[in-house]
């Protein structure tokens, strides 16, 4: 593949990647973290609804990864 840097920007064009899973994958990754494969300790952040708009700007900062929101 040809890669020209000056036409890729000129031409405003945005690369993305992304990574795809078929969905037994995603059953054995969660089998296993079921299996305690995985520590999954503060991998979820739990937070009253109240707190969405501080949890919306933490996210869009690059601060933590996953936010649960109780309802109640």
């Known amino acids: 593949m040809d890669f020209?840097?000056?036409r890729l920007m000129m031409?405003?064009?945005e690369i993305v990647?992304?990574?795809g899973y078929r969905p037994e994958e995603f059953d054995e990754?969660?089998?296993?973290?079921a299996d305690g494969f995985?520590?999954?300790t503060g991998w979820v952040?739990?937070?009253?609804l109240e707190?969405?708009?501080?949890?919306?700007?933490?996210?869009?900062h690059g601060i933590g990864g996953?936010?649960?929101?109780?309802?109640g």
């Open 66 to 71: 996953k936010t649960l929101l109780r309802l």
């Open 29 to 33: 990754v969660i089998a296993a973290m």
């Open 45 to 48: 952040r739990e937070l009253p």
């Open 51 to 60: 707190s969405l708009v501080d949890a919306l700007h933490s996210l869009r």
């Open 4 to 6: 020209q840097p000056t």
């Open 17 to 19: 990647g992304a990574v």
């Open 38 to 40: 995985y520590d999954t």
């Open 11 to 13: 031409g405003e064009t």
